[in-house]
Protein backbone atom coordinates (compact mmCIF):
# COMPACT_ATOMS: atom_id res chain seq x y z
CA UNK A 1 0.00 0.00 0.00
CA UNK A 2 1.05 3.39 -0.74
CA UNK A 3 2.10 6.05 2.30
CA UNK A 4 -0.90 8.42 0.77
CA UNK A 5 -3.92 4.92 1.14
CA UNK A 6 -2.67 4.41 4.95
CA UNK A 7 -2.87 7.95 5.82
CA UNK A 8 -6.37 7.99 4.34
CA UNK A 9 -7.25 4.90 5.73
CA UNK A 10 -6.11 6.02 9.41
CA UNK A 11 -7.78 9.78 9.27
CA UNK A 12 -10.83 8.10 8.44
CA UNK A 13 -10.76 6.01 11.33
CA UNK A 14 -9.99 9.02 13.29
CA UNK A 15 -12.88 10.81 11.87
CA UNK A 16 -15.16 7.97 12.65
CA UNK A 17 -13.75 7.20 15.98
CA UNK A 18 -14.19 11.25 17.30
CA UNK A 19 -17.65 11.41 15.64
CA UNK A 20 -19.00 8.03 17.94
CA UNK A 21 -16.93 9.46 21.12
CA UNK A 22 -18.95 12.98 20.64
CA UNK A 23 -22.37 11.36 19.92
CA UNK A 24 -21.48 8.90 23.15
CA UNK A 25 -20.08 11.49 25.60
CA UNK A 26 -22.21 14.64 24.70
CA UNK A 27 -25.76 13.36 23.20
CA UNK A 28 -26.14 11.00 25.91
CA UNK A 29 -25.99 13.38 29.08
CA UNK A 30 -28.89 16.02 26.96
CA UNK A 31 -31.12 12.70 27.23
CA UNK A 32 -30.01 12.01 30.85
CA UNK A 33 -30.90 15.77 31.96
CA UNK A 34 -34.62 15.76 30.28
CA UNK A 35 -35.38 12.45 31.99
CA UNK A 36 -33.81 13.72 34.86
CA UNK A 37 -36.49 16.50 34.57
CA UNK A 38 -39.86 14.36 34.36
CA UNK A 39 -41.49 14.30 37.69
CA UNK A 40 -43.33 11.07 38.52
CA UNK A 41 -46.08 11.97 40.77
CA UNK A 42 -46.53 9.81 44.09
CA UNK A 43 -49.33 8.37 44.50
CA UNK A 44 -50.12 7.28 48.09
CA UNK A 45 -52.24 4.23 48.37
CA UNK A 46 -54.05 2.26 51.07
CA UNK A 47 -53.73 -1.42 51.35
CA UNK A 48 -57.65 -2.36 50.10
CA UNK A 49 -56.72 -0.14 46.84
CA UNK A 50 -53.35 -2.17 46.07
CA UNK A 51 -55.09 -4.95 46.57
CA UNK A 52 -58.08 -4.24 44.07
CA UNK A 53 -55.47 -2.80 41.89
CA UNK A 54 -53.71 -6.38 42.00
CA UNK A 55 -57.42 -8.01 41.65
CA UNK A 56 -58.23 -6.69 38.85
CA UNK A 57 -55.22 -7.28 37.06
CA UNK A 58 -55.83 -10.90 37.51
CA UNK A 59 -53.42 -11.62 40.71
CA UNK A 60 -54.67 -13.47 43.69
CA UNK A 61 -53.75 -11.49 46.80
CA UNK A 62 -54.09 -13.65 50.26
CA UNK A 63 -53.77 -12.64 53.70
CA UNK A 64 -50.99 -14.13 55.85
CA UNK A 65 -53.71 -17.07 58.06
CA UNK A 66 -54.93 -17.98 53.91
CA UNK A 67 -51.33 -18.57 53.16
CA UNK A 68 -50.13 -20.16 56.07
CA UNK A 69 -53.50 -22.64 55.49
CA UNK A 70 -52.21 -23.03 52.21
CA UNK A 71 -48.64 -23.83 53.09
CA UNK A 72 -50.21 -26.61 55.59
CA UNK A 73 -52.50 -28.31 52.64
CA UNK A 74 -50.04 -28.49 50.14
CA UNK A 75 -47.42 -29.81 53.21
CA UNK A 76 -49.85 -32.91 54.29
CA UNK A 77 -50.69 -33.76 50.33
CA UNK A 78 -47.04 -34.15 49.97
CA UNK A 79 -46.73 -36.49 53.09
CA UNK A 80 -49.35 -38.43 51.86
CA UNK A 81 -48.89 -38.60 47.85
CA UNK A 82 -46.63 -41.81 47.04
CA UNK A 83 -42.69 -39.73 45.84
CA UNK A 84 -43.09 -39.77 41.88
CA UNK A 85 -40.36 -42.98 40.64
CA UNK A 86 -43.12 -44.97 42.90
CA UNK A 87 -46.42 -43.77 41.00
CA UNK A 88 -48.26 -46.12 38.95
CA UNK A 89 -48.17 -46.20 34.55
CA UNK A 90 -51.61 -45.21 33.69
CA UNK A 91 -51.78 -47.16 30.64
CA UNK A 92 -52.19 -50.66 30.85
CA UNK A 93 -49.37 -52.71 29.98
CA UNK A 94 -49.66 -55.41 27.05
CA UNK A 95 -48.43 -58.94 28.17
CA UNK A 96 -48.08 -61.00 25.28
CA UNK A 97 -47.97 -65.08 25.64
CA UNK A 98 -46.78 -67.09 23.33
CA UNK A 99 -45.89 -70.83 22.40
CA UNK A 100 -42.71 -71.29 20.60
CA UNK A 101 -41.16 -74.08 19.28
CA UNK A 102 -37.85 -74.46 19.32
CA UNK A 103 -36.16 -76.90 16.78
CA UNK A 104 -32.76 -79.19 16.37
CA UNK A 105 -29.86 -76.94 15.34
CA UNK A 106 -31.65 -73.40 15.97
CA UNK A 107 -29.06 -70.99 17.62
CA UNK A 108 -29.09 -68.69 20.36
CA UNK A 109 -29.59 -65.88 18.24
CA UNK A 110 -32.35 -67.47 16.31
CA UNK A 111 -34.41 -68.12 19.36
CA UNK A 112 -33.66 -64.73 20.78
CA UNK A 113 -34.56 -62.86 17.31
CA UNK A 114 -37.41 -65.09 17.30
CA UNK A 115 -38.68 -63.96 20.79
CA UNK A 116 -38.13 -60.57 20.20
CA UNK A 117 -40.36 -60.75 16.79
CA UNK A 118 -43.45 -62.10 18.96
CA UNK A 119 -42.98 -59.52 21.48
CA UNK A 120 -41.52 -61.68 24.52
CA UNK A 121 -38.07 -60.00 24.67
CA UNK A 122 -37.56 -56.64 24.56
CA UNK A 123 -33.76 -56.62 24.50
CA UNK A 124 -31.84 -59.20 22.32
CA UNK A 125 -28.42 -58.76 23.65
CA UNK A 126 -29.64 -58.75 27.37
CA UNK A 127 -31.01 -62.24 27.02
CA UNK A 128 -27.60 -63.46 24.80
CA UNK A 129 -25.69 -62.07 27.43
CA UNK A 130 -27.12 -63.40 30.15
CA UNK A 131 -26.63 -67.37 27.97
CA UNK A 132 -23.19 -66.38 27.69
CA UNK A 133 -22.65 -65.42 31.50
CA UNK A 134 -23.90 -68.56 32.53
CA UNK A 135 -22.52 -70.78 29.78
CA UNK A 136 -26.45 -71.72 28.61
CA UNK A 137 -25.98 -71.02 24.90
CA UNK A 138 -25.35 -74.57 24.09
CA UNK A 139 -27.71 -75.83 26.78
CA UNK A 140 -30.88 -74.41 24.47
CA UNK A 141 -33.57 -77.55 24.70
CA UNK A 142 -35.75 -78.56 21.31
CA UNK A 143 -39.57 -78.43 21.93
CA UNK A 144 -42.10 -76.11 22.81
CA UNK A 145 -42.06 -73.48 25.68
CA UNK A 146 -45.13 -71.03 26.98
CA UNK A 147 -43.59 -68.17 27.14
CA UNK A 148 -44.98 -64.27 27.86
CA UNK A 149 -43.81 -61.26 27.97
CA UNK A 150 -44.01 -60.12 31.81
CA UNK A 151 -41.06 -62.74 32.46
CA UNK A 152 -37.90 -61.65 32.68
CA UNK A 153 -34.65 -62.74 30.85
CA UNK A 154 -33.54 -65.06 33.88
CA UNK A 155 -37.28 -66.86 33.64
CA UNK A 156 -36.73 -67.39 29.92
CA UNK A 157 -33.60 -68.21 29.52
CA UNK A 158 -34.46 -71.36 32.88
CA UNK A 159 -37.15 -72.06 31.10
CA UNK A 160 -35.65 -72.97 27.30
CA UNK A 161 -32.70 -74.85 28.86
CA UNK A 162 -34.20 -77.27 31.35
Not at 16 to 45: C, G, R
Not at 78 to 97: A, C, F, G, K
Request: charged share 30%; proline share 3%; aromatic share 8%.
Amino acid sequence: MAKKTVQGVAAGILLATSVFAYMYFFQTTHIEIEQDDIEIPEIELSSEEMMDILKDQGFIVLDEEEYDLLLKGKEEAERTEPPLDEEVDPQPQTIHYTIIEIQSGMSSMDVANYLEKVNVLEDTEAFLQFLRDNELTQQIKAGEFELNSTMTVEEIALTITQ
